[in-house]
């Protein structure tokens, strides 16, 4: 079982829709929650990062994070065409939870159509 | 502000050759992780380095090695290459120290070849 697990999609949504996406994890020392976006053959951007449970909104996007229940998630509003790529959620540790290397789900591939 | 930057951009190789990557932090930033990305896949921590010294390292073989110069850049070198080490290489830079220290910053990677 991989420590981080990821929808692959793909996932078409026309415009203008809300998209959600989700990972869930195994590894309880988990404690900081990013999502990167990353267009084809580029390298991942940082859209929001979070430390440990609750919301975090930054226009469009909002992150939420329940550690209970192991699940991030991902909503994107009034999705627009500029917005399909392919979303990876990652997680640390921290530099004092033993170390920040992160650890990656496989990517939800995204697509928003006109 | 000059984000993470990488060298080559791409890159084709033979089995058994060996390679050189070279990345440059974030201005600010003095700790470089390196990440193999295969197609379709999330990437996969190799390792960090920090201080000039690799701190944490991944699942990778010793095929797999690197370094920090002490203006922060990074190198990362494979020898013996497999037909398996094709990937996109990632570069990613943090801060040490602070409240963003445990965030990471991408370059755009470069892609090897191996034939």
């Known amino acids: 079982q991989k420590e981080v697990e990821q929808d692959p999609g793909p996932l078409s949504v026309p415009e203008g829709a809300i998209v959600s996406l989700n990972c869930t994890y195994s590894?309880?020392?988990?404690?900081?929650f990013m999502w990167y976006r990353q267009y084809s053959r580029k390298g991942p951007e940082l859209l929001m990062y979070?430390?440990?449970?609750g919301n975090k909104e930054d226009g469009r996007f909002t992150a939420q994070v329940d550690k209970s229940s192991k699940y991030i998630s991902l909503f994107i509003r009034d999705s627009q065409p500029s917005d399909s790529a392919t979303y990876l959620c990652?997680?640390?540790?921290?530099?004092?939870?033993?170390?920040?290397?992160?650890?990656f789900g496989t990517g939800t591939q995204l697509k928003v159509e006109l | 502000d000059a984000g993470v930057t990488q060298s080559p951009t791409h890159l084709i190789k033979t089995r058994g050759q060996q390679v050189t990557l070279r990345c440059s932090p974030k201005?600010?930033?003095?700790?470089v992780s390196w990440y193999q990305q295969a197609l379709g896949q999330g990437p996969q921590f190799i390792f960090q380095y920090y201080e000039e010294e690799e701190r944490q390292r991944g699942n990778f073989p010793d095929r797999f090695s690197g370094h920090q110069f002490p203006n922060y850049s990074s190198e990362l070198n494979v020898n013996a290459l497999l037909l398996g080490d094709s990937a996109l290489y990632l570069c990613a830079s943090s801060p040490k120290r602070g409240s963003w220290a445990d965030t990471q910053y991408f370059g755009p990677g470069t892609r090897l070849t191996v034939l």
């Open positions: 201005s600010g930033h003095d700790t």
């Open positions: 990652a997680m640390s540790a921290g530099l004092t939870g033993g170390g920040n290397k992160l650890t």
């Open positions: 590894n309880s020392a988990f404690q900081y």
């Open positions: 979070t430390y440990s449970s």
